[in-house]
Nanobody, 125 residues
């Protein structure tokens, strides 16, 4: 059974850093792509960063230069290093994987097949 489990969320002050991790289990190959998304209650899920199996990355404009997405393909683990956090980054963060086929876009949530349960990130001013 394919599962994605996120960790690393928490509460920090403005300017602080957090590192999110996501482990993909139950799948013996590398996914075509993985990504991080965030969603606030009542709002549409927003793409934050994505990476494909070749290492190509894509970021939302709002996090470019502050967040870095990386992966450990040997363990199907995804990371999101978040620096210089702002109150606007407060949200529930979700990890996702696309296993079915190649990824034309890396931060469009509708293209992803599997999702984690989410980890909360709170940034206070």
């Amino acid at each position: 059974q394919v599962q994605l489990v996120e960790s690393g969320g928490g509460s920090v002050q403005t300017g602080g850093s957090l590192r999110l991790s996501c482990v993909l289990t139950g799948y013996r190959w590398n996914p075509y792509c993985m990504g991080w998304f965030r969603q606030d209650p009542g709002k549409e899920r927003e793409g934050v960063a994505g990476i494909d199996r070749d290492g190509t990355t894509e970021y939302a404009e709002s996090v470019e230069g502050r967040f870095t997405i990386t992966q450990d393909s040997s363990n199907n683990t995804l990371f999101l290093q978040m620096n210089n956090l702002e109150p606007g980054d407060t949200s529930m963060y979700y990890c996702a994987a696309r296993l079915s086929s190649t990824c034309a876009y890396l931060v469009r949530y509708r293209l992803y097949d599997y999702w984690g349960q989410g980890t909360q990130v709170t940034v206070s001013s």
